[in-house]
């Protein structure tokens, strides 16, 4: 299989524990981005890579959470000191590079904060 | 900002019907057009795309036309099949930023019945 993968596929924390996931994206792929769902919405932009430059970050992404992309290739997002309203459902997507590419997404960390 | 509206779900349909999911959308600029599909348990997946007036996307069967004068973009297909069975996300993009910084509606869940 050599779509987007994540890990793990399901978290469930306490609140007030850190978290990361993982995203390994389709290799070759420069761009890669973060998105989260909650429960009846569509997804939300997060943050956005150029290799390894995180060059967009959404005014969602609070001071709590941090993403890196070490030498371009798999991505982490780390949430500390979770709170409830976290609970969402986490998506990275690569692609290419180009205006109007297809963005390809993996299927996601679902995180639940108790 | 830019925002995607579409039609609340579910749509239930019986197979070999004819679908239309309504989608409009409020961009400052000139977005391109986009619908995904997730269907269950996979991630998300680029089903048609427009990227100016006029535009029509086309893929299985689906069809969208990139209506400026409406700001609209609606999904149709003229004969439904039990495996469409998914949820199905409008999205914009503004080219504008230089990157896939989509904004999606919140889904419209269809049901098709044998």
């Not at chain 1, 469930?12 to 524990?17: A, L």
């Not at chain 1, 769902?37 to 939300?44: H, K, S, V």
């Not at chain 1, 459902?89 to 960390?109: D, H, R, V, W």
């Not at chain 2, 000139?30 to 089903?47: I, K, R, T």
Request: net charge neutral; charged share 20%; with cysteine.
């Amino acid at each position: 299989d050599t779509g987007v993968s994540q890990d793990p596929r399901h978290k469930i924390t306490k609140r007030g524990q850190n978290v990361t996931f993982r995203c390994d994206p389709i290799s070759e792929h420069n761009r890669l981005y973060w998105y989260r769902q909650t429960l009846g919405q569509g997804p939300e932009f997060l943050t956005y890579f150029q290799n390894e430059a995180q060059l967009e970050k959404s005014r969602l992404l609070s001071d709590r959470f941090s993403a890196e992309r070490p030498k371009g290739s798999f991505s982490t997002l780390e949430i500390q000191r979770t709170e409830q309203g976290d609970s969402a459902m986490y998506l990275c997507a690569s692609s290419p590079g180009q205006i109007n590419e297809k963005l390809f997404f993996g299927s996601g960390t679902q995180l639940s904060v108790l | 900002g830019d925002s995607v509206t579409q039609m609340e779900g579910p749509v239930t349909l019986s197979e070999e019907a004819f679908l239309t999911i309504n989608c409009t959308y409020t961009a400052t600029g000139y977005p391109s057009l986009f619908w995904y599909v997730q269907y269950p348990g996979e991630g998300l997946q680029l089903l048609l795309k427009a990227t100016k007036a006029d535009d029509k996307g086309s893929n299985k069967g689906f069809e969208a036309t990139y209506r400026k004068e409406t700001t609209s973009f609606h999904l149709e297909k003229g004969s439904v099949q039990v495996s469409d069975s998914a949820v199905y996300f409008c999205a914009l993009s503004d080219l504008g930023t230089g990157f896939q910084k989509l904004v999606f509606g919140t889904g419209t869940r269809l049901l098709v019945s044998p």
